[in-house]
């Protein structure tokens, strides 16, 4: 079984660009999660998704800041325009409606904004 | 408001040594606690996990973890490391709800 995809690995951008991040669930999996880890600080929970729907973005920084999860699949997250301090690894997670307790990560995105 | 204290920001270990790495949580609800690791270029993997039950909960690969309530904390032991374990570790709790609270990870250096 495919775990949890996340593209691209890495992405150098400048101020004020727009950067477009994706993740790729496990197939079946309704829960989708965004977090962030910003300068080796601890890992910080964005938003969660229930197959197309925001169930809670009580973590989005700003509102340069776009998730979406387009027919419940796949989710992208949009920073526009990015600013230095966006910088920071972005993971993805999942989990299945039956055993929501288990998040299963992706191996997250490496954003650098310079 | 949940927050996850990890101890010590790195720990550097002999190999075959015993290491314990440190986690406390405050939480006024009950939480399930996890484990992950990430090792060099990898995503994080759950190590183990606290749900309920038996408070020593166990890893395939030997490390175990013991959830003490009243000390609120879930410290991550290994009796003998290995030089594949070096890795960075994340203790965390959900309490409740779907979010996780992370700690801020703690860097293991196994030695030869």
């Known amino acids: 079984e495919a775990g949890v995809t996340q593209f691209p690995s890495h992405s150098v951008i400048e101020k004020g660009q727009t950067v477009t991040l994706r993740c790729d669930p496990i197939s079946g999996h309704d829960n989708l999660y965004w977090y962030r880890r910003v300068m080796g600080k601890e890992i910080k929970f964005l938003l969660h998704f229930v197959k197309e729907s925001k169930q809670d973005e009580s973590g989005m920084p700003n509102n340069r800041f776009l998730a979406e999860r387009t027919g419940g699949t796949y989710s992208t997250l949009k920073v526009q325009p990015a600013e230095l301090e966006d910088s920071g690894v972005y993971f993805c997670?999942?989990?299945?409606?039956?055993?929501?307790?288990?998040?299963?990560f992706g191996p997250g995105t490496r954003l650098t904004v310079l | 408001a949940q927050s996850v204290t990890q101890l010590d920001s790195q720990v550097p270990v002999f190999e075959e040594a015993p290491v314990e790495l440190r986690c406390n949580y405050s939480s006024s609800v009950s939480v399930y606690l996890f484990w992950y690791v990430q090792y060099p270029n990898q995503g994080l993997q759950l190590l183990l996990k606290?749900?309920?039950?038996?408070?020593l909960v166990e890893s395939i690969n030997g490390f175990e973890a013991e959830f003490n309530k009243s000390q609120t904390s879930f410290h991550l032991r290994k009796p003998s490391v290995h030089i594949s374990d070096t890795a960075e570790y994340f203790c965390?709790?959900?309490?409740?709800?779907?979010?996780?609270?992370f700690g801020a990870g703690t860097r293991l250096f196994v030695k030869a």
């Open positions: 965390a709790v959900k309490p409740g709800g779907f979010k996780t609270i």
């Open positions: 606290y749900l309920s039950g038996s408070t």
């Open positions: 997670a999942s989990s299945p409606v039956s055993s929501y307790n288990e998040q299963f």
